[in-house]
T-cell receptor, first 114, second 112 residues
Framework: ETGVTQSPTHLIKTRGQQVTLRCSSQ?????VSWYQQALGQGPQFIFQ???????GRGNFPPRFSGLQFPNYSSELNVNALELDDSALYLC?????????????FGPGTRLTVL | KNEVEQSPQNLTAQEGEFITINCSYS?????LHWLQQHPGGGIVSLFM???GKKKHGRLIATINIQEKHSSLHITASHPRDSAVYIC??????????????FGQGTILTVHP
């Protein structure tokens, strides 16, 4: 049990729709990162938020956006869904900005785009 | 070539065997993580290393910063160790601050 939860666990959408995925971190975890994991692949970094500001981003288009809230919850929003967006979406949180802080992962949301 | 390479990709062992999974990386890092992922997706952090060696129960992780290489060892393997083991590195600075770059994972199956 990592103390990080995600909702929903599974989601089916159609191409062109928009989706919001949610993550709830442990109290005191100021840094949250989101990752996309396609089937059979390792996770890919989408972006990171620290104290409600995005402070790092991977190679994902602007239709992937996020929010972090003061209550240690966060959202990943994806607009104009494409078939290739089908994947497991993971959030991970840690206490601060130090590189040596332990990362705690949520169980993931499996998104299927038809 | 990926920034993080793991070997082997698949590993099958008999219960009780000593197991080694290797990870090589090509970028400057501030920390390296070994993670375990079970079917269904949940990822658990096993170790975070920036130097030397760490041990937790039957698991041992080592890192050689100069050679950009890390190993995860499992002693006296057990069927419950069957999972995907993933190496991930945290980049040292740059524009993708905080980014973890993952290896492709090693699928470990331990038979009774």
């Amino acid at each position: 049990e990592t103390g990080v939860t995600q909702s929903p666990t599974h989601l089916i959408k159609t191409r062109g729709q928009q989706v919001t995925l949610r993550c709830s971190s442990q109290s005191g975890h100021n840094t949250v990162s989101w990752y996309q994991q396609a089937l059979g692949q390792g996770p890919q970094f989408i972006f990171q938020y620290y104290r409600e500001e995005e402070n790092g981003r991977g190679n994902f288009p602007p239709r992937f956006s996020g929010l972090q809230f003061p209550n240690y919850s966060s959202e990943l929003n994806v607009n104009a869904l494409e078939l290739d967006d089908s994947a497991l979406y993971l959030c991970a949180s840690r206490t601060g900005g130090k590189d040596t802080d332990t990362q705690y992962f949520g169980p993931g949301t499996r998104l299927t785009v038809l | 070539k990926n920034e993080v390479e793991q070997s082997p990709q698949n590993l099958t062992a008999q219960e009780g065997e000593f197991i080694t999974i290797n990870c090589s990386y090509s970028v400057g890092i501030s920390a390296l993580h070994w993670l375990q992922q079970h079917p269904g997706g949940g990822i658990v952090s096993l170790f975070m290393l920036s130097s030397g060696k760490k041990k937790h129960g039957r698991l041992i992780a080592t890192i050689n910063i100069q050679e950009k290489h890390s190993s995860l060892h499992i002693t006296a393997s057990h069927p419950r160790d069957s999972a995907v083991y993933i190496c991930a590195v945290r980049s040292a600075g740059g524009t993708s601050y905080g980014k973890l770059t993952f290896g492709q994972g090693t699928i470990l199956t331990v038979h009774p």
